[in-house]
């Protein structure tokens, strides 16, 4: 059964502005290890663990971590800072990345207390100013959604009112009873996130529908998903089925996937009975 969680508050914090134009600074990121990562897209976001020491410019513009699924466009990225702690621009324990569109939020904190150490040194030889708390209010909101237009707000309403039995609330559902594993990939402006998500709690928050697993987390803003489509695909040589998430814009902002012979019947059949307030496309 699907419970209902309030959200928790925020906490205000002390950060410090880091300098971001020597590549060195990306380069870098592979001196952690394990970190907990918050990925924001506004429309979905996801917390989970990923490990860094992968990390590295696959080319010009590109920090790709091949073993954890995260890739980000850095020439998206103006905006970098170090939070947490107790004193004044000391002890951060978070990086946090702000895109330049403002759509992708990415946190990371390292999980081991020796590399906190490591952090520290790595913000230092970065840091260029520190930020006062009442600019960090403005800077640190949540990420930027798109605009929408009159009939797809009131639509949106509508879904949110009718969560509990909304295509995908039911599809996480049915992969939560038979115990499958999908494939979840998130997409914002800058940078996206693909990992295995095996859900095991479902959750209402407002107007998101949260999914939990053992090792991960993951939210969808249910008032900006406006259309599905599904589609087969290989993965690893396997054939697969793959339920393509959009916005009202006709953007595609995530996608979760699983074996073919899983899910093809039972992923049509919940889309042919689904409300008329989402589109259906099936390629």
Known sequence: MMKTKKAAASVNEWITKLEISDPSFWNHFSIFSDCSL???????????????????????????????????????????????????????????????????????????????TRLDQFIGAHAEDII????????????????????????????????????LTTILSHSAAEQLALIVSLNGFGGALTIPHSPSTLLASGDWLISESRRDRI???????????????????????????????????????????KVAVTWRSILERSHHLYQMREA
């Open 132 to 167: 006062p708390e009442t600019a960090w209010c403005e800077l640190g909101k949540k990420p930027h959604l798109p605009p929408v237009c009159p009939c797809c707000e009131e639509a949106g309403e509508m879904r949110v009112r009718s969560l509990g039995s909304n295509p």
């Open 38 to 116: 918050t990925l924001e897209t506004g429309i979905s976001s996801v917390e989970t663990t990923i490990d860094l020491s992968c990390a590295h410019l696959s080319d010009n513009h590109t920090l790709a971590l091949p073993c954890s699924g995260l890739s980000l466009d850095i020439h998206e990225f103006d905006q970098v800072y170090a939070t947490g702690g107790n004193r004044l621009g000391e002890d951060h324990d978070t990086l946090k990345l702000i895109s330049k569109s403002g759509h992708l939020h990415v946190s990371l904190s390292p999980i081991r207390k020796e590399e906190l």
């Open 219 to 261: 939210r969808w803003n249910i008032r900006y998903l406006h259309a599905f489509r599904v589609e087969p695909i290989y993965l690893e040589g396997s054939s697969h089925h793959a339920l393509i998430l959009m916005n009202s814009h006709g953007q595609e902002v995530g996608s979760l996937a699983a074996p073919s012979d």
